[in-house]
């Protein structure tokens, strides 16, 4: 089984210039997570997806920013323009989704993420 | 709003030794997870806690999660070089889908 995959998996450009990074979830998996980590602190929720629907965006940081996840499958994280203080590494997380007393706890599967570097 | 703290940042010990990392947070949570990313690499998920007091283990990795359901530990007994990396604790409250993760503990093991 394939699992979660982002592209670009480095990108550098100049402040003001457009990004555009994509996730590509474990196939069947309703829930779609992006996260980032700048340089050594903790890993902070941006936004959470169910299928095409945005459940959760408490965690973008401002509207520079814009995710989508087009039919329910793969999800792009789009910033426009870029700023120095978005540098870092932007990762995607995967489950699946348990109608059950097990909601929330599904185990969350990370992609390598994709490392942003803006000039 | 929520925090979750982790204790320590680092920790360097020889290998062989114990390595403890505490997690701590504001908020009573509903379940926890675990997770280790190696150098250059991405978050792996160990375990989740969701019962107050759980203990689980995993081979030389013992896990709890207090009786507060507010703060956890993961205990690593007799250290091995492939342990090095950084684990992160992610806390999530009831009714939420987020999860908030900890500062990280960036372990080495020194051989």
């Known amino acids: 089984e394939a699992g979660v995959t982002q592209f670009p998996s480095h990108s550098v450009i100049e402040k003001g210039q457009t990004v555009t990074l994509r996730c590509d979830p474990i196939?069947?998996?309703?829930?779609l997570y992006w996260y980032r980590r700048v340089m050594g602190k903790e890993i902070k929720f941006l936004l959470h997806?169910?299928?095409?629907?945005?459940?959760?965006e408490s965690g973008m940081p401002n509207n520079r920013f814009l995710a989508e996840r087009t039919g329910g499958t793969y999800s792009t994280l789009k910033v426009q323009p870029a700023e120095l203080e978005d540098s870092g590494v932007y990762f995607c997380?995967?489950?699946?989704?348990?109608?059950?007393?097990?909601?929330?706890?599904?185990?969350?599967?990370f992609g390598p993420g994709t490392r942003l570097l803006v000039l | 709003g929520q925090q979750v703290m982790q204790i320590p940042q680092y920790q360097h010990v020889q290998e062989g030794e114990d390595f403890t990392t505490y997690c701590n947070s504001s908020?009573?949570?509903?379940?926890i997870q675990w997770y280790k990313q190696r150098p250059g690499g991405h978050p792996v998920f160990l375990i989740q806690?969701?019962?107050?007091?759980e203990v689980k283990k995993q081979k030389r990795l013992t896990f709890q999660f207090g009786e507060a359901k507010k703060n956890s530990s993961l205990h690593i007994t007799a250290t091995q070089t492939t342990d090095v990396g950084t684990y992160f604790c992610?806390?999530?409250?009831?009714?939420?889908?987020?999860?908030?993760f900890g500062t990280g503990t960036r372990l080495k093991v020194l051989a």
């Open positions: 992610a806390g999530r409250t009831s009714g939420t889908y987020k999860y908030i």
């Open positions: 997380a995967s489950s699946q989704g348990i109608r059950s007393e097990r909601w929330g706890q599904e185990t969350q599967y």
């Open positions: 806690l969701v019962k107050s007091g």
């Open positions: 997806f169910v299928k095409e629907s945005k459940q959760d």
């Open positions: 196939s069947g998996h309703d829930n």
């Open positions: 908020t009573t949570l509903s379940n």
